[in-house]
Each structure stands twice: as C-alpha cells, then as structure tokens.
C-alpha cells in the first residue's frame, strides 16, 4: 500500500508542475513542488529496489511488469521523438533518455545473466 501512496503523490506532483489548469504559480512554490517530486520519486526507486520476490510466480510477475514498464516509456519517448522530427526540433533530452534506457536495460540483463 506504501508503494501505491508514493506512486500517487508522485504523479499527482507531476501534474501539478505541468499546470495544467493554467492556475499562475509562484517560483516559491514550484520550487516547494520539484522537492515534492523528488523525494516522491526516491521513495518510489526505494520500494522498487528493496522489492523481493519470494517465489517464482512472484519473480515472473516483477519481470512482466518491468518489461511492460520499459515498452511503454520508451514507445512514448519513440513517439515524441518522432513527432518533433516533423518540425525538425528535436530535443535532445528525449533522445538522451531513449538512450539511457537502452544501455541500462542492456547493462542490467548482461549483469543477471553472468551475476545472478
């Protein structure tokens, strides 16, 4: 249930620095909403790496959600990706991230499978 708690704030949070009812926001408190974001997300990375699975089913489970974790945001950075090549502006943070991913991804199975 903690898990699920952080997960809410942090994306409530998210949101919230989008502004998305174009309310005006002070620096103030956007600043206070990126440290909001933060320690929500370290919250969140911290029940994601003490996670254990206790047995095979639960193994399995942890690598589905995973792998559906990685195909989505890396579909949607692919897809941004793409839509700002048609007006030949594309950020280059998006193509850092795409990049990032893939490298820890690889990095990551090519240490379970000689480590683990």
């Known amino acids: 249930m903690k898990e699920v708690i952080a997960s809410i704030i942090l994306i409530v949070l998210l949101?919230?620095?989008?502004?998305?009812?174009?309310?005006?926001m002070?620096?103030?408190?956007?600043?206070?909403i990126v440290a909001g974001i933060l320690s929500a997300f370290g919250a969140v990375a911290v029940f994601i790496l003490r996670e254990r699975a206790l047995d095979e089913?639960?193994?399995t489970h942890r690598s589905f959600a995973g792998r559906w974790a990685f195909l989505?945001?890396?579909a949607l950075l692919v897809l941004a990706i793409v839509v700002q090549s048609f007006s030949h502006t594309v950020d280059p943070w998006?193509?850092?991230?795409?990049?990032?991913?893939?490298?820890?991804?690889?990095?990551?199975?090519?240490?379970g499978d000689r480590y683990l």
Do not use: C, D, H
């Open 57 to 59: 089913r639960e193994e």
């Open 94 to 111: 998006l193509v850092a991230v795409l990049v990032v991913m893939v490298i820890s991804k690889m990095a990551a199975r090519l240490y």
């Open 72 to 74: 989505a945001g890396s």
């Open 15 to 24: 949101v919230l620095i989008l502004n998305p009812f174009n309310f005006w």
């Open 26 to 32: 002070p620096t103030n408190m956007q600043m206070i």
